[in-house]
């Protein structure tokens, strides 16, 4: 049996130089949300994998993809489900030995430069070897959200319950922010000095790497753990189990995660496939007066731009409101909002003016939505120095179900042949999400041998 080293854990709590460094990494890594999964990345992905004439009974749109014909942004987003189901797999296992290795910055740094390096390795991308490009999105998925998971770790231990709306809402601003600066940045390289797209994958690597370094050099391990032997991945399971009876005691804590597993069912499918639906479902006048299909990449990138710069202000204004009324009840306004923009874009958007208002709406609920939700779970934690394993069940829960939001929308793709029909099940999504707050206590009361913050 492992020995446990007797000592106090360091303290970084109410810290100010160390929250602001551990928002750097919502900076450092939020690069990848923007550039690779909703700005050049997918315009880069359509523009190379799409057909320049119709072959045989071929459209432009499908990909021979391990022996199969598929839509091109069907493969994307059953390539992005598979590595959301690796995460799934390792979050829960490798969070369960940080914590008895007391090691998250350890794993945070692991997974931050194997995100960093495989968005690096998409300058490689190419249609001879389609199948080993698209391991590239596969590992960059697993190394963005495995890190997320143990960076979110951290924000109980960074500040005091009735601060942690507004850290979590600082980090994300500081992600909208770092990630609108390099995209411009990007684009400017691009548009005015005629860099291939492809050296904006670098860039991603370097920015992600090299902020994250100061991340790194502030954030301290803030529990010390057994020492590493051969049996320590048993250990590592057995506090996941513990984690898991105690989180089975708390109603409050289990069924919020029951609303969040179905409500990111809707936000994280949004987020991933939002761009793409402009590129397929959106109608705009060319130089030559003709009604043609998708936006231009120049348009996606304004509208792209307009959700991060809206997400800022959103943060903070849904912070405020948690803090006014309740964190449930400001998180059933934004599932209300979520649903609205999605009957919106069914219905109404199919032109860029009708995309650009949409995209204002997403912006505008997507701050609020991803700040208040992480730190609502972490507000609704009882007291223990086992954040990562907590945070495992949070993050798979995310993970699991971005996985049947992703495949939900590729199905209903493939099966209708437009991806306007996909929205219909992000709609049931927020409403089933909503249905289930309502169920979820404001006050928890403590099971025997367990406290809560207060």
Sequence with gaps: MSEILDHAPLSM??????????????????????????AIFPIFYTAVTAKQEFVGKQHVDDV????????????????????????????????????????KKFFLQVFCYMGALSCASFYLFDM??????MLSVVFACIGFWCSFAFS???????????????????????????????????????????????WSFISVAVWWIGFAQITFFHLKETKSGGKYKPQVLRNGFRELKETWQKLNQTKRLKRYLISFFVFSMGVQTIMQMASLFGTKEVR????????????????????????????????????????????????????????????YAFAIVTDPLTFYIAAAGIGFVMGGTQALARSTYSKFLPDTDDHASYFSFYDVTEKVGL?????????????????????????????????????VPQKEEAPEGMTFPV
């Design 403 to 439: 996985i049947i939001g992703l495949l939900s929308f590729g199905i209903l793709e493939g099966y209708a042949g437009s991806m306007r029909m996909s929205i219909l099940a992000l709609i049931a999504f927020f409403v089933v999400g909503y249905v289930l707050l309502l169920v």
């Design 64 to 103: 021979l993809f391990f022996g199969g014909i598929f839509k091109n942004t069907e493969v994307l987003s059953y390539c992005l489900a598979v590595g959301m189901a690796v995460v799934c797999f390792l979050s829960p296992m490798l969070s369960g030995l940080a914590d008895y290795l007391g090691r």
């Design 284 to 343: 705009r006048i060319d130089e030559f007066g003709q009604e043609v299909v998708g936006m231009e990449s120049g348009q996606l990138i304004v509208a792209v731009i307009l959700v991060q710069i809206i997400a800022i202000p959103g943060a903070y204004i849904f912070s405020k409101l948690s803090a006014k009324f309740s964190n449930l009840l400001t998180l059933k306004i934004a599932l209300v909002v979520w649903a609205l923009i999605c009957i």
């Design 13 to 38: 709590r109410g810290n100010k130089k160390i929250q602001n460094a551990w928002t750097m990494y919502d900076w450092a890594n939020s690069t990848y949300n923007l550039v690779i999964g909703t």
């Design 128 to 133: 001879n070897h389609f199948e080993w490009s």
């Design 152 to 198: 979110n770790s951290f924000l109980p231990e960074l500040a005091e319950p009735q601060d942690q709306d507004r850290l979590s809402a600082k980090g994300y601003s500081m992600g909208y922010i770092g990630s609108v600066i390099l995209l411009v940045l990007n684009l400017i390289a691009i548009k005015v000095f005629g860099m291939p797209a492809k």
